[in-house]
């Protein structure tokens, strides 16, 4: 063990496996949960999968927009009472939904969710997990994110049995009060680190300040959070919609959910494998090369018919695409200073989550209007195409500024 850390709390990795297991529920219904509630909605209300998708839309703006307020309030306050009230909030909110009969009370029961309930869980648990640590941060911060891909894959595999035993009204009563029960006494656990643990930095030179900034904050934080929106754009359009497409297939639910929980499973392979790889090579082009898989991966969904085509396919993408958050995580790191490092992820976060509710949303809205998925997983690739575009456009900027600087000096 290294001497540094045997210095350091021994506390800190219950903080770390707790947020992970508190951002598996929490995010793993916000994100993508609805996925398998498509068809059942459809067959009880008749409506339509772009109207179903804007219930995942409006949770996500709230989940955008409630990082926004309760990050600073969590800078502020007790850690553990703002997870406590994020976790009851959400809970409450899915037992509310049991009992909904309009689309407006999904998208007005949903958007408190995000706001109120994973808006105080995600950027509070991500940023207290990573100042208990004075080295490994960036190790910590990745076990803890990969606690929402277990979540992005877990919630929809076990929702789609739920709702096979008891009904989609049950299956939302159900996931009210596992929840509760299992938020609550995480939160408990919770706790902000003593003051002489906390320390932003990671103690790895590759992630830390130790060389001035290539570009300002403000340009910085506009080119990645207009990259992530297509970025994002991209991503969630296998993410809500591979188990309707697999369903469509003459697939049962259970089996359908089955192979997005494979390709998250891979995923948080994935995200520690290209967090290894942006050590490697750096931050932004771990982030392009995720970027790059993702895109020429995602329209290929629609070339499979069979079950065993898509487990395999799925773990391929799954692996690859999860580097993205990895490679984004880093390069805020990298690319903006200790001090407003936190204001700045939560920027680029807004226009994250913005991106999977627009990419959700069209891939709803484009299935309606044309009858198959064809156009939305078009329209997936293009937004990857325009986030590689920039991200390599980011890439070449500052790698010319650096080859400048050094010609200077």
């Given at each position: 063990m290294n001497s540094k850390d045997s210095m350091e709390p021994g506390y800190r990795w219950v903080i770390v496996f707790a947020s992970a297991a508190m951002l598996t529920i929490a995010m793993g219904i916000m994100v993508n949960g609805l996925s398998v509630f498509f068809i059942p909605l459809h067959e009880e209300f008749n409506w339509q999968r772009g109207s179903v998708a804007l219930i995942n839309f409006s949770g996500l703006i709230g989940l955008a927009l409630g990082g926004i307020v309760m990050g600073p309030i969590a800078d502020r306050n007790d850690t553990r009472k703002i997870c406590l009230f994020g976790g009851v909030v959400l809970g409450l909110c899915l037992l509310a939904a049991s009992r909904a009969e309009a689309l407006w009370q999904f998208y007005?029961?949903?958007?408190?969710?995000?706001?109120?309930?994973?808006?105080?869980?995600f950027s509070p648990l991500i940023a207290n997990a990573g100042n208990w640590f004075k080295t490994s941060a960036g190790l910590a911060i990745g076990i803890v994110s990969a606690g929402q891909a277990l979540g992005q894959g877990g919630v929809?595999?076990?929702?789609?049995?739920?709702?096979?035993?008891?009904?989609w009204r049950g299956a939302f009563l159900a996931l009210g009060l596992i929840t509760i029960s299992v938020l609550v006494p995480l939160s408990a656990l919770i706790r902000k680190p003593p003051?002489?643990?906390?320390?932003?930095?990671?103690?790895?030179a590759a992630l830390d300040d130790v060389s001035p900034v290539p570009l300002p904050?403000?340009?910085?934080?506009?080119?990645?959070s207009v990259a992530v929106l297509f970025c994002c754009t991209c991503m969630a359009v296998p993410l809500m919609h591979l188990v309707p497409l697999i369903q469509d297939q003459?697939?049962?639910?259970?089996?359908?959910?089955?192979?997005?929980?494979?390709?998250l499973i891979l995923a948080i392979l994935g995200r520690v494998a290209f967090g290894k790889l942006a050590d490697m090579i750096g931050a932004l082009p771990a982030y392009l090369f995720a970027s790059l898989w993702?895109?020429?991966?995602?329209?290929?969904?629609?070339?499979?018919?069979?079950?065993?085509?898509?487990?395999?396919?799925?773990?391929?993408?799954?692996?690859?695409?999860?580097?993205?958050?990895?490679?984004?995580?880093?390069?805020?790191?990298?690319?903006?200073?200790?001090?407003?490092?936190?204001?700045?992820?939560?920027?680029?976060?807004?226009?994250?989550?913005?991106?999977?509710?627009?990419?959700?949303?069209?891939?709803g809205f484009f299935f309606d209007?044309?009858?198959?998925?064809?156009?939305?997983?078009?329209?997936?690739?293009?937004?990857?195409?325009?986030?590689l575009i920039i991200v390599g456009a980011l890439y070449f900027t500052i790698s010319r500024r650096n080859t400048g600087s050094l010609q200077t000096a």
């Open positions: 007005i029961l949903f958007f408190i969710a995000g706001f109120l309930g994973a808006g105080a869980l929809p595999f076990g929702t789609a049995f739920l709702i096979g035993t008891f009904g003051v002489s643990a906390t320390v932003i930095g990671s103690g790895n904050t403000n340009v910085v934080v506009a080119w990645l003459g697939f049962s639910p259970e089996e359908a959910s089955s192979v997005v929980f494979l390709m993702q895109t020429v991966l995602v329209f290929f969904f629609l070339q499979f018919e069979t079950l065993n085509g898509f487990y395999i396919f799925a773990a391929i993408f799954g692996f690859g695409y999860a580097g993205v958050m990895t490679g984004l995580l880093v390069c805020v790191r990298v690319l903006t200073p200790l001090s407003k490092r936190a204001s700045a992820l939560g920027i680029v976060l807004v226009f994250a989550w913005t991106g999977h509710a627009i990419g959700g949303y069209q891939g209007l044309t009858g198959n998925y064809t156009q939305s997983y078009a329209n997936a690739a293009i937004a990857g195409i325009i986030n």
